[in-house]
């Protein structure tokens, strides 16, 4: 009988040690399956980073490149206009380059040899040079719009920038809010400022339809070039040669300051009213004391904004607008 006995038991225990070899290698396949399904989460995680982090660093290719053609100067009107060109570009996918109009540069000589998508000219340069200039680029088949200064010709060119009988209009509106006493009016225009030169029919036409009868004289009209001491030496002439003026209007920011500042270098704050041009810093300061009556201000951000977006309908779809007025805004006492 022990001999059957022990055969049992053998047989047991051969069995449960079988048994817990099978529950052991159970469990080594539980771990090792769970351990691959977090070596594999991990694995995809990893993958989906790199992909968005290959989509972030993607960069989508430029659509045009539009070159804009400006005065060599460093003048915060011109810095606006690239502003709100930058603006543009950024919104429409597009490279912005900037330029020399001076003739001696040579740049605007050259335009229709780039190769660019479209071109943005502010001429201020004279205007026949400019538009045989222009001629060229558009015989290139490259669109061209005009901004701030408009050139006449047979087939217009796009225009942006602000409308001349409207600035004259809002020159009038401003000095009608001044008293009705008579005004002796003169009007100091600058080659800084050349389209609105180019264009002072349109501007007094403008000013006398907004303040009629009011004018006791015929407008009297000085020009200053780009030296600055030209706007003090206008204050000179007019105090030794025009007494009777008592309202001056300008067409140029930096005119206007170095006017106003010979006005209270003189003494003479009060005896002539100054119409400014621009919204500078200092211009508002003056208006706020109350040696400047107001300013006409145009947006020479818009206007840059304004040219990027027409060069891109011009070149999607060759057609855009013929002219946009970028307006123009009065800032006096109450509104600066």
Known sequence: MPGPILLCC?????????????????????????LSLITLSVS?????????????????????H??????????????????????????????VSYHSIDPVRLE??????????????????????????????????????????????DQPWPYIGPNSFDIGRKMGTLLSRLGNEPIRLAIVYSKKEPGIYAERELVEMGLTSSIGNRLSTSIKSFYTGRNPLDAEMVMYR???????????????????IAATQALIDMNLVGRIRIIGFGN?????????????????????????YQAIKSLYELKATGYTSTSVNTGVEILDRGQS
């Open 238 to 256: 007019l105090l030794r040669e025009e007494p009777e003026i008592n309202t001056l209007v300008f067409t140029d920011a930096n005119d206007t």
């Open 108 to 153: 605007l000589q050259q335009a229709s040899y780039t190769g660019v998508d479209g071109v943005a000219i502010c001429p201020y340069l004279d205007d026949l040079f400019a538009k045989t200039q222009i001629e060229k680029i558009v015989q290139k088949q490259i669109p061209v719009i005009l901004i701030n200064h408009l050139i006449l010709h």
């Open 280 to 304: 500078e810093k200092s211009i508002i300061e003056y208006i706020h004391k109350g040696v400047i009556a107001g300013t006409i201000a145009i947006n020479p951000e818009r206007i840059g």
């Open 66 to 95: 539009f070159s804009i053609y400006l005065p060599d100067t460093q003048d915060s009107f011109f810095t606006a206009i690239k502003r709100g060109a930058e603006k543009a570009a950024e919104e429409q996918n597009v490279v």
């Open 44 to 64: 995809v995680s990893q993958l989906l980073k790199l992909d968005i982090r290959q989509e972030d660093d993607i960069t989508v290719a430029p659509i045009y």
């Open 10 to 34: 053998a047989t047991f225990r051969s069995k449960g040690i079988l048994e817990c070899v099978k529950i052991f290698v159970r469990l080594g396949m539980i771990i090792c399956g769970f």
